[in-house]
């Protein structure tokens, strides 16, 4: 659950927050390819390194470590499982090569998430010419799950007044009782989805004509600086024969 | 009023906090006593939902204690405290899900594990009281909206509980759907049922109801009969209710010197106080 | 000379798969600046004649739909919803199924994109917006954490900064308490005036809605029984819509022998006209 935290969206006032969300998720995903493609034990610790470099000046470092420290379990998870099957020095090298490429992972994509808001990755996706019902999808999704864990907490009051039983009992029949949840909540669901169907139908969504966007982004001098940055960093990586 | 009523739900000083910090209730004391017919009334987001949610243990006191019928909430798991204090929530779609309107009403019987002759008999009773026995083969999305208000009431009444709480009964329903949801209230209080209602609509709550609390911001701000609550302009305006149109009428009268007081709360006393005073 | 906007004769529809019709023989004219009440018993069909004004019926419902219509010009089985978009608002019931974005600034631009009106107009009728309707502090908020009456604000908003020449609202304060109902109804009267629409509104608490009706219009089982001022027209259907004080206490004087008038169905009014007729009442005695 800690883990989790790392990827909600918080907006902080960085050079990394002010990059287009294009360029953090084109050095999120370099980090992150870096991580999968390197063997070695060295990269993945520079690659660690420099993740948490960027999650520092992004004033994101304790958030980092934070959801490091909540995935210790799935990590350590991960070091045994590689090092039992090949218990040995080497075999300790590689399994703690595959952990820290997992904390890697974990870390760039939750930097990505932290400092990126849903709305964000919605424009982003347009701007890369995506179909605009991708990112209306996108938003409404977003915009809708706290609608829905409310729904899905209404549906078991009213359920468990009369007298459905989802505190106590035995494990199966308790989760046959939350499944008595399921037909009102997906009923409800789809009705409201009708209802949503139809206001955004109404609100023009579909015109014949070309749709314009209010808010559209622009690459600055930052956003090259970091793209640049990165592609060179790699590619000093790669010819260094450390890939 | 009997003072000696038995006191069915007790609030002492109750707190509660969502888990997301929101303090919905700061210090509410209060009971319903058996047989009364209270209103409660406030705000969206006033509390009132919150507060309705503890009498079945639905949810539990952040601080202080809920006690129905001597036990309290918190020992009591929420079927059984269900089986004393019956909520019909708001919107019935959110809880239908039977094959037939006969099962979505034997549903909590069942629950409670009562025998099935004994189901039988009681859905039966329930359905033709709210006048749904004709449809009790039928899928209860193919009601219309009011019917399935009736059947989501149905469904309480059948295991007799001897609280009924109704949750915005009103809300959204037309002039004889409204009428029909007197009448009903009108019959649970000749059964000699307790009944709690939800509601801001004050117009409905001027007959039947003996008590009204009104809540704002997570406390009671005031308790009386109608003839007090409902005429109280300030203690109405700081829970965005409106006063009565009789009482805005009788009021504006008032101000005009035509009447000598505005606490009438029918168009039948006010139609004859404003002819005695023209006399 | 009032300007027509819309012109409905002798409509009839039904839904698919359904053998009945839910609107039967509908005829009925709407012109600008009225703020037409529409009201009826559930299921007389007044949210099926709502939908015909902006085109989701027959577009989105399908079904069959007969008759002559006239929406401004425009027929709606020729003509599809995003089109109506451009000419007739719809405020729907529920707030939380109308706003689908997490920030009120994008849902107003929502409508304005769709029509394709240029970034920097946009931007210049989202400051305008949310000044008129005094949401500036609600800009980025999500309307998870608006209260329901922001909630109906900020959908009419996103609904009026389309500048539609006909405002449909379907039950708009049925998830609201007295006040805010009161409030929200009140700007949208004024709106209506402001900007000269036609505004059908469906409400069934009358106390409240009344009041800010120039016309109004009864259905039931799908015809339209009575349409006409608002105190005859409630009168003369007061045993299925029922009547608020206000009405009731008129019929009442009126049946007493005193004729009561009031310039508006608020009780301030009906204050001034009962004093006015007491006077009058006095200088014959």
């Known amino acids: 659950m800690e883990a989790l935290q790392a990827f909600k969206t918080i907006k902080k006032n960085t050079f990394f927050d002010k990059l287009d969300p294009r360029t953090r998720f084109f050095l999120s995903a370099a980090l992150a390819a870096v991580a999968i493609i390197s063997q070695k034990l060295l990269t993945q610790s520079v690659v660690l390194l420099s993740v948490l470099i960027v999650a520092s000046a992004a004033k994101r470092g304790r958030t980092l470590l934070k959801s490091i420290r909540g995935s210790l379990i799935l990590l350590s998870m991960i070091f045994t499982l590689n090092f039992i099957f090949s218990p040995s020095v080497q075999g300790a090298i590689s399994a703690l090569t595959m952990t820290l490429r997992f904390m890697s992972l974990i870390a760039s994509f939750a930097l990505f998430f932290n400092s990126t808001s849903p709305e964000e990755i919605a424009i982003a996706i347009e701007e890369v010419g995506a179909p605009r019902d991708l990112s209306l999808l996108m938003n409404m999704s977003f915009r809708f799950v706290p609608t829905l864990a409310g729904d899905i907490q209404i549906v078991m009051d009213a359920l468990r007044s009369r007298g459905l039983e989802l505190e106590r009992g035995k494990l199966l029949t308790r989760i046959r009782n939350y499944v008595y949840l399921l037909v009102p909540l997906i009923i409800f669901e789809v009705r409201r989805s009708m209802m949503i169907a139809e206001a955004i139908e109404a609100r023009g969504y579909g015109l014949d004509v070309k749709p314009t966007r209010l808010v559209s982004l622009k690459f600055s001098w930052k956003d090259y600086l970091v793209i640049v940055s990165t592609l060179l960093g790699t590619f000093l990586l790669y010819f260094s024969g450390f890939l | 009023m009997n003072e000696e009523a038995e006191r069915i739900i007790e609030v002492e000083e109750v707190f509660f906090e969502y888990p997301d910090g929101v303090q919905a209730l700061r210090g509410v004391t209060t009971h319903v006593a058996r047989g009364e017919i209270v209103a409660l009334m406030g705000e969206n987001g006033a509390g009132k939902t919150t507060l309705i949610k503890h009498f079945n243990g639905l949810l539990k006191p952040t601080r202080g204690t809920v006690k129905v019928k001597g036990r309290d909430t918190r020992r009591v798991s929420v079927a059984e405290l269900s089986k004393t204090v019956g909520i019909v929530f708001q919107n019935p779609d959110h809880q239908l899900f039977a094959e037939t309107v006969f099962d979505e009403v034997a549903f909590p019987l069942r629950n409670f594990g009562f025998p099935e002759d004994v189901v039988e008999r009681r859905v039966k009773w329930a359905l033709n009281i709210l006048e749904l026995y004709q449809y009790r083969d039928r899928s209860p999305f193919l009601l219309s909206v009011g019917e399935r208000k009736r059947l989501a009431i149905a469904s309480i009444l059948a295991y007799d509980p001897e609280v009924i709480v109704l949750d915005e009964p009103t809300a959204g329903q037309d002039y004889l759907q409204k009428e029909k949801i007197s009448e009903i209230i009108k019959l649970l209080r000749l059964m000699g049922k307790t009944i709690v209602i939800v509601t801001h609509d004050v117009e409905f709550v001027v007959t039947y109801v003996q008590r009204i609390i009104v809540m704002s911001q997570g406390r009671i701000i005031a308790e009386g009969p109608p003839s007090e609550v409902l005429t109280d302009f300030a203690t109405l305006r700081r829970s965005k209710l409106l006063p009565p149109q009789c009482v805005r009428i009788a009021r504006a009268l008032y101000g005009k010197t035509v009447l000598s007081d505005y606490r009438y709360l029918t168009v039948d006393e006010l139609h004859r106080k404003i002819f005695e005073e023209l006399r | ?285």
């Open chain 3, 1 to 285: 000379m009032r300007e027509k906007l819309v012109e409905l004769r002798g409509v009839s529809y039904k839904y698919p798969d359904t053998e009945t019709f839910t609107l039967r023989d509908i005829s009925l004219e709407g012109y600008r600046d009225e703020l037409i009440l529409l009201i009826g018993p559930s299921g007389c069909g007044k949210s099926t004649l709502a939908r015909i004004f902006n085109g989701l019926i027959p577009n989105f419902y399908g079904g069959t739909l007969l008759g002559d219509i006239d929406i401004a010009g425009y027929d709606p089985r020729k003509t599809p919803t995003a089109k109506f978009a451009k000419i007739v608002g719809f405020v729907f019931q529920n707030p939380e199924n109308q706003l689908f974005f997490n920030s009120v600034e994008r849902e107003l631009a929502f409508g304005l994109e769709n029509l394709g009106v240029p970034p920097s107009e946009i931007r210049e009728r989202v400051e305008a917006a949310l000044r008129e309707y005094g949401i500036e502090d609600l800009r980025s908020r999500s309307p998870f954490e608006l209260s329901s009456g922001q909630q109906q604000k900020v959908a009419l908003a996103s609904v009026m900064i389309m500048q539609p020449q006909i405002l449909i609202l379907d039950e708009p304060t049925a998830n609201l308490d007295p006040l805010s109902a009161l409030k929200i109804l009140g700007l949208i009267a004024k709106k209506t005036r402001e900007y000269r629409m036609l505004t059908i509104l469906i409400e069934h608490r009358l106390e409240i809605a009344l009041q800010f009706a120039s016309r109004v219009v009864v259905m039931q089982e799908g015809r339209i029984i009575a349409d006409g001022p608002p105190l005859e027209t409630v009168l003369e259907a007061e045993y299925i819509v029922g009547a608020p004080a206000i009405i009731q206490l008129i019929k009442r004087a009126r049946a007493s022998g005193l004729p009561l008038n009031p310039a508006r169905l608020i009780p301030e009014s009906l204050a001034v006209e009962v004093t006015r007729r007491m006077r009058e009442m006095r200088r014959y005695e």
